[in-house]
């Protein structure tokens, strides 16, 4: 009998949060996506930003931007998840992101290869330590981000 009791306390319990939970995360889809998106974006943009303070030191701070060059190459393999379809402006959240992201898509990505391209030649550049070819990739790669803002990103936000 008590082992009833129990089975008929855990069943609602188990069913509850089941049915509770789809409903739940598609509300909270396209909120949640933004703010992540913005979370990996200013990491990606600390990172950025250390290579190139990094660069700018009399003695180039080498593994500080190797380390940095590591998740500016992570973060471009995991760009194409941080756009989910719904997350855009029409989301009726306050984001940046303009609606060509989804509505020229073979551009957007075009603009995330072209940044992966180039955040996979600065690891490589990185890893061989020359400070002069660091500084150069690291501009290409600054032009790759800046690429894709003038166009996918509104500005002055
Ligand atoms: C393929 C497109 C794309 C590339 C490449 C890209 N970004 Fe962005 N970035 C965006 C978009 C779109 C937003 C606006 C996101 C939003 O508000 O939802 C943004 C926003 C940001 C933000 C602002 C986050 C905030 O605080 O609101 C920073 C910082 C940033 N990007 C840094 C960078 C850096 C640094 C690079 C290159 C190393 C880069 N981004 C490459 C598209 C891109």
Redesign the pocket.
């Known amino acids: 009998m008590k082992r009833l009791f129990a089975a008929s306390l855990l069943v609602p319990a188990l069913l509850v949060p089941a049915l509770l939970v789809p409903a739940a995360g598609a509300l909270a889809t396209p909120a949640d996506a ?1 703010k992540s ?2 979370t990996s ?2 990491e ?2 600390a990172a ?1 930003k250390a290579i190139n303070d990094g660069l700018k030191a009399d003695e180039p701070q080498t593994i500080l931007i190797q380390q940095s060059a590591r998740q ?1 190459r992570n973060a471009a393999n995991q ?1 194409p998840g941080w756009f989910p379809a719904g997350s855009g402006p029409e989301a009726g959240v306050k ?4 609606p060509e ?1 989804w509505s020229q898509p073979a551009k ?1 990505k075009a ?2 290869a072209a ?1 992966t391209t180039e955040a996979g030649k600065f690891q490589a550049v990185a890893a061989s330590g020359n400070p002069a070819a660091m500084k150069a990739a690291a501009r290409s ?2 032009m ?2 800046k690429g ?2 003038d166009s ?2 509104v500005p002055g ?1």
């Open positions: 933004v998106r913005i974006l200013r990606l943009g950025f500016v760009m984001t940046s992101a303009k992201i957007f603009a995330v940044f790669l600054g790759t981000c894709c803002h996918f990103r936000n």
